[in-house]
């Protein structure tokens, strides 16, 4: 069996090419991946047995794919615990248990993260830019790996007077007027980036002053995370379409980002890369999606709404696998995320839980 070593370099040079679509490369890694993690995960092999899966599989489409919320009760990874470099959590109160993603190296993550960030917000800009990040810092937040994206991004890309906007749990609000004014101004691109809420507390804050700019026509912005908060809710159109009048920025240079902790790989909208074609989510090469009809099981025809599936070929030291609870569906040359599932959460994850505890 090949080693993992070996499956990381593998994957670490298709992340290092071009972009470009490879089915029997895609085919081959993932069952080398798919293998070491059925040996050496004992509750993802029994999850696998208890479908009739074993490694003798030919195709990644028969891949199990696990629920994220079973990362809440199992440490899904397949190196020992002394081993582990980082620990990355999923937000949650501090009622509720959180998902871990558990890490022995970080070059697998860091590589994808650089090479989608870079497509879906930089792709016409050479050097650096003014990062600008409506989020908590790393040393606030360590185990965040939306802070942890930013912090990477922010020290490849940013320029001097990048900076984070968000300290203990507050909007530093003379910090954003500052950025805001100094994006008006300059001559080389801006990024504003952050939570969706954060970007509903900054405009409701420039709403509550009377105040709106005019960002340079090289500015772009980035939201990501869902639109649920603790006692209201906003929607994406209504989002962007106040950024937009605040901010002074066409709707067109605005992106969503859909990620998740328990992947090493993220998701951009395409309109900046593809200017004047229809939004989509871009899917790197080394990742698949999958849009299955959440009773049957049966993968979606293209338009069709069902569970969102990925499968992930960062995630070699994990489950490259990964049932979501978001609802979607397939558009040419990409995917589009249309909310959360009402009942995958509940329903898949206590029947992979059940079958996980059988390897205890």
Known sequence: MISRKEIDRE?????????????????????????HQITHCAPYKSFCQSR????????WRDIPAVPTTAFKEFSLRTFPENY????????????????????????????????????GLLPDVEGSASIFLLAPSTEEVPDSSLSHMFSVMLRERGLA?????????????????????????????????????AWVHLLEFLKSCS?????????????????????????RRTLYAEISSLLGIST?????????????????????????????????PWVRVLINDP??????????????????????GNILAIQTSDVGKRTEGGFEVI??????????????????????
């Open 11 to 35: 994957v670490l040079q298709w992340m290092s090419e071009p972009w470009e679509e490879d089915s029997e490369r895609f085919n081959d890694l993932a069952l080398k991946i798919f293998r």
């Open 252 to 284: 067109n240079m605005i992106v969503n980002q859909y990620g998740m902790t328990e992947l090493g790989s993220q998701f951009y909208d395409s309109n900046i890369f593809l200017p004047g074609h229809p939004r989509k989510k871009m899917i790197p």
């Open 295 to 316: 009773i049957t099981g049966i993968e979606c025809r293209l338009s069709e709404v069902g569970i969102i599936n990925i499968f992930d070929l960062a995630n070699t």
């Open 52 to 59: 009739g899966i074993s490694s003798e599989i030919d195709t």
């Open 84 to 119: 582990i470099c980082k620990t990355f959590r999923t937000s949650g109160t501090t009622q509720s248990t959180k998902g871990e993603l558990h890490l022995d190296t970080l070059q697998l993550y860091e590589r994808s993260l650089r090479s989608s960030f870079e497509r």
């Open 161 to 197: 007077n990048s900076r984070w906007l968000i300290k203990e749990g507050e909007l530093m609000r003379d910090s954003c007027l500052e950025a805001l004014n100094e994006a008006q101004n300059c001559s080389h691109p801006v990024l504003f980036a952050g939570a969706a809420f």
């Open 339 to 360: 909310g959360r599932s009402e009942f995958s959460d509940s329903r898949g994850c206590s029947i992979a839980i059940d079958e996980m505890l059988e390897s205890q």
């Open 211 to 235: 105040m709106n700019f005019k960002l340079s026509e090289k500015a772009r912005c980035m939201e990501t995370g869902g639109f649920k908060g603790k006692v209201r809710e906003v929607n």
